[in-house]
């Protein structure tokens, strides 16, 4: 009995030894892993963490490609202004360019006409002058003469009986004469419709008592604005007169020095009107004082210097 009970002793003794070195196996198994193995991952695992980029360089590079992005995009959007303010000047110098070269065309184009017309004698003016006649108008009469010039004289009545002699002589030489009124006074000669035609009827019955030449023409005082209304038109046309402006103004009797003449010759070069070009001026000593220069310009630019006739139109301020 008491032999059992050892062998059962020592059984359990065994079973307890066993026991403790499976629970040894174990516990240096487990340590073995969590050494070697758990802990080798986990540094590995913290090596690669070490080799990713930190976040805030990850932002900071981010930041910087951005900021190139757009700074690039910046640079062709300047060169692209620059190209395109370049392209838009280009096209505003080729547009002045053009337009400059059209305005040489047609200023060329003018000058050959003109050529033309100094070649052909086609460029015709007509001389006029007013307030005569005068003790100085056989000068004007002389000078015309030597430039082969005709002119038209619209003249005054008391000259006409103060200088009937000189009268005739304008017809002898081929001039054209017609009447300017009686008193020269606006207030009078524009009284009314009938002051107008009175004052034209009687110094054209004077002009034709002193040289027997009927004549139609007339020129009103300062020209017929604003003083010949459409009734004093209508009434004058109505006795048979034809009533003659100008459109080119010497203002000889303003420039006493001279200026005249080159006052003149500006408006006969811009001339631009579709009509004769039928020049003012007046008998008067500071005229014919400088009267040969404008003569001669006009001579040596081919104008043929002619009359007016009564089967022209006449040249009117008012149409």
Not at 135 to 151: F, R
Not at 165 to 172: G, L, Q, R, T
């Amino acid at each position: 009995m008491r032999q059992s009970r050892v062998k059962k002793h020592e059984r359990k003794k065994k079973s307890l030894r066993e026991l403790g070195v499976l629970v040894s196996v174990i516990f240096l198994t487990l340590s073995f892993y969590f050494i070697f193995v758990y802990d080798g991952s986990m540094n590995q695992a913290k090596g690669e963490s070490n080799k990713l980029p930190d976040q805030s360089v990850l932002d900071t590079n981010s930041n910087e490609e951005e900021v190139d992005i757009e700074k690039q995009n910046s640079e062709d959007l300047t060169e692209a202004d620059v190209v395109e303010s370049e392209h838009t000047e280009e096209m505003l110098k080729s547009k002045k360019e053009r337009e400059k070269k059209l305005k040489e065309d047609e200023s060329k184009k003018k000058k050959t006409v003109k050529k033309e017309q100094n070649t052909t004698g086609e460029k015709k003016v007509y001389l006029t002058f007013d307030d005569g006649p005068r003790d100085i108008t056989m000068d004007i009469l002389n000078l015309l003469d030597e430039y082969n010039a005709k002119a038209t004289f619209f003249m005054l009545e008391p000259h006409m009986k103060q200088y009937p002699d000189v009268i005739n002589e304008m017809i002898k030489r081929g001039h054209s004469v017609g009447v300017h009124s009686v008193t020269h006074d606006k207030n009078k000669v524009y009284a009314s419709s009938k002051s107008i035609v009175n004052e034209m009827t009687v110094a054209k019955n004077t002009l034709e008592e002193l040289t027997d030449v009927e004549s139609h023409l007339m020129r009103v005082p300062y020209g017929s604005v604003p003083h010949m209304t459409p009734e004093y038109i209508l009434a004058v046309e109505n006795e048979g007169f034809i009533m003659w402006d100008w459109n080119i103004d010497s203002l000889d009797w303003k420039l006493g020095d001279g200026s005249y003449v080159n006052h003149t010759i500006d408006q006969l070069e811009s001339f631009d009107k579709n009509e004769p070009m039928v020049i003012l001026m007046h008998d008067r000593k500071t005229t014919v004082k400088h009267l040969e220069k404008l003569l001669k310009y006009l001579q040596e630019n081919n104008y043929d210097m002619l009359a007016i006739n009564e089967s022209m139109t006449p040249v009117q301020f008012i149409q």
